[in-house]
Antibody
Framework: QLQLQESGPGLVKPSETLSLTCTVS??????????WGWIRQPPGKGLEWIGS???????YYNPSLKSRVTISVDTSKNQFSLKLSSVTAADTAVYYC??????????WGQGTLVTVSS | EIVLTQSPATLSLSPGERATLSCRAS??????LAWYQQKPGQAPRLLIY???NRATGIPARFSGSGSGTDFTLTISSLEPEDFAVYYC?????????FGQGTRLEIK
């Protein structure tokens, strides 16, 4: 059974860089069938797609975040990562990693709350 | 960016009733639309992909229809566990976008 698990700091200071890693188990991140991506959800609000990456490194980003976002993949560790720079309180959210099949997320991690505060 | 507008914002129904949720796209997305269910404290769960295909393990009471700009998620007979928030999502154009959600609550 495929499982995804987010990890990283739960508290980040304003203007710093948010860094999260998603570890994939029960399947290979190098599968040719899938993209791997990040979605976030501010408390009490809806879902926002951040970006997604193929195992080869090909990636897509949300233009609203593109200048601050980097998604990378490490096939040797079966992981992919998110970096979001220059964070503000508006970046406070639950961050989910997810497998994308035909660009729709099908398997999701449990999510991790990241709070931006000094 | 394609904007997805869901209606109604909140739907109040009783178990056993039929639920009809709508998602309208600001431009055509062909059949590239998915539906998700989210319960409090949980990650979203994929219900329907490509407008009308049930994801693995999804009960037959969930069905999707539509193409172009207008889509519907129907739950034929509500079970207690179906009360949740539902989101639509398009994959026709980058960036991927989600609707704002419909809250299905117990009447």
């Amino acid at each position: 059974q495929l499982q995804l698990q987010e990890s990283g700091p739960g508290l980040v200071k304003p203007s710093e860089t948010l860094s999260l890693t998603c570890t994939v188990s029960g399947g290979s991140i190098s599968s040719s069938s899938y993209y791997w991506g990040w979605i976030r959800q501010p408390p009490g609000k809806g879902l926002e797609w951040i970006g997604s990456i193929y195992y080869s490194g090909s990636s897509y980003y949300n233009p609203s975040l593109k200048s601050r976002v980097t998604i990378s993949v490490d096939t040797s560790k079966n992981q992919f990562s998110l970096k979001l720079s220059s964070v503000t309180a508006a970046d406070t959210a639950v961050y989910y990693c997810a497998r994308h099949v035909s660009h729709s997320p099908d398997y999701w991690g449990q999510g991790t709350l990241v709070t931006v505060s000094s | 960016e394609i904007v997805l507008t869901q209606s109604p914002a909140t739907l109040s129904l009783s178990p056993g009733e039929r639920a009809t949720l709508s998602c309208r796209a600001s431009q055509g997305v062909s059949s590239y639309l998915a539906w998700y269910q989210q319960k409090p404290g949980q990650a979203p769960r994929l219900l329907i992909y490509d407008a009308s295909n049930r994801a693995t393990g999804i009960p037959a009471r969930f069905s999707g229809s539509g193409s172009g700009t207008d889509f519907t998620l129907t739950i034929s007979s509500l079970e207690p566990e179906d009360f949740a928030v539902y989101y639509c999502q398009q994959r026709s154009n980058w960036p991927l976008t989600f609707g704002q959600g419909t809250r299905l609550e117990i009447k």
